[in-house]
């Protein structure tokens, strides 16, 4: 039986074509329904929510920015398991520390998990350009 032989082009596509359809290492498989959220060390601020619904990753609560190099935690709720990643914010994104090193939030959710945003991700944006004025609480009342 002869060994069918690949052109060295066809081999590299294949590999490529693997490698961007699989998440990276450490990161979970993130099917419609999966929780993603963006809160403080401590989980008492969160500071983003979203839910991927049919390959889209939607905001389900109002935004809060959280302050530049600030550490924060990303939780992935799956609908079996829950993971936990330590990241920093800068600038208009968040870098998570992986165990293969150090990846941007943004270029992972669209790069690798093809995930549409529409507007998820470009708040930061719009408010840094023209941040406007935090909205101030009305003192209770005695």
């Known amino acids: 039986m002869r060994a069918a032989r690949y052109p060295k082009g066809m081999v590299g596509l294949l590999l490529t074509a693997v490698l961007a359809l699989a998440p990276l290492p450490g990161l979970p498989a993130l099917?419609?329904?999966?929780?993603?959220?963006?809160?403080?060390?401590?989980?008492?601020?969160?500071?983003?929510?979203?839910?991927?619904?049919?390959?889209?990753?939607?905001?389900?609560?109002?935004?809060?920015?959280?302050?530049?190099?600030?550490?924060?935690?990303?939780?992935v709720k799956t609908r079996r398991s829950l993971h936990i990643?330590?990241?920093?914010?800068?600038?208009d994104d968040i870098f998570l520390l992986l165990d293969t090193g150090i990846v941007s939030l943004r270029e992972t959710f669209v790069r690798v998990y093809h995930l549409r945003t529409s507007k998820a991700l470009d708040f930061w944006r719009e408010r840094r350009e023209g941040e406007p004025p935090t909205p101030r609480t009305r003192p209770r009342r005695p």
Not at 37 to 51: A, E, H, K, M
Not at 85 to 91: A, L, Q, S
């Open 31 to 75: 099917p419609d329904g999966t929780e993603v959220r963006i809160v403080s060390p401590n989980l008492r601020t969160v500071y983003l929510f979203w839910r991927i619904e049919q390959g889209a990753l939607r905001l389900k609560a109002r935004p809060i920015r959280p302050p530049e190099n600030a550490s924060v935690r990303l939780i």
């Open 85 to 91: 990643y330590e990241g920093r914010v800068r600038g």
